[in-house]
């Protein structure tokens, strides 16, 4: 079992930055995609970035260009690099790790981050 905990959350003005960081309780390179979600009060959770073991991201289109989530394998450690944020970033985020074992999909979940974005 994968445990993950995030850091990083807060209350932030629009235009300005945070970064998250999710810190897995194993190897990550064992992991083969790792990401972010957010839910909002009222919505649903949806994806924010999602990054493969082979270093390949995907992003929101709502996020594009404002993002970056970033894997590091050598402090098994994934970052969301969050600029120019607005406030319908507010949202708690969520990390998300996925492993793929004889042919079972495994999720895990973090606790989440809550993070506020002030007009």
């Known amino acids: 079992q994968v445990q993950l905990v995030e850091s990083g959350g807060g209350l932030v003005q629009a235009g300005g930055s945070l970064r998250l960081s999710c810190a897995a309780s194993?190897?990550?390179?064992?992991?083969?995609?790792m990401g972010w979600y957010r839910q909002a009060p009222g919505k649903q959770r949806g994806l924010v970035a999602t990054v493969t073991s082979g270093g390949s991201t995907n992003y929101a289109d709502s996020v594009k260009g404002r993002f970056t989530i970033v894997r590091d394998n050598a402090k098994n450690t994934v970052y969301l690099q969050m600029n120019s944020l607005e406030p319908d970033d507010t949202a708690v985020y969520y990390c998300?790790?996925?492993?793929?074992?004889?042919?079972?999909?495994?999720?895990?979940w973090g606790q989440g981050t809550q993070v506020t974005v002030s007009s």
């Open positions: 194993e190897n990550i390179g064992s992991i083969n995609a």
């Open positions: 998300n790790a996925e492993k793929n074992y004889r042919n079972t999909r495994y999720l895990y």
